[in-house]
């Protein structure tokens, strides 16, 4: 079983503020409303995706504190990931 999380970048011209969508895939050429999204958090959502396709529940501790100001990236180590495992999920991104 996969999936794909479907993405493009939204680009902003710093000149006059405008926005352009970078989009190889087309994914978005239809679509009039876009949501931007950080790089962070979108491969943390894609690494939870996987980690939920793969049944690794096993894996994971119980959070028991969480700070509105933590970054998103962290919570793979709160769930109990050692390096070595974020990187095999992240070779499974491709």
């Known amino acids: 079983m996969s999936y794909e999380v479907k993405n493009a970048i939204i680009k902003r011209d ?3 503020e405008s926005y352009e ?3 190889p895939n087309g ?9 931007a999204i950080d790089s962070d ?3 943390t959502i894609q690494l939870l995706i996987t980690s939920i396709l ?15 100001d933590e ?3 962290r919570l ?6 050692e390096k070595e495992e974020i990187a095999e999920l992240l070779k499974g991104l491709k």
Do not use: A, Q
């Open 14 to 16: 710093s000149f006059d």
């Open 21 to 23: 969508l970078v989009d």
């Open 27 to 35: 994914f978005f050429r239809d679509k009039d409303v876009l949501v």
């Open 41 to 43: 958090t979108l491969i």
């Open 54 to 68: 793969r049944n690794d529940f096993k894996k994971w501790e119980e959070i028991t504190e969480l700070n509105d």
């Open 71 to 73: 970054n998103i990236s």
């Open 76 to 81: 793979f180590v709160k769930l109990g990931y």
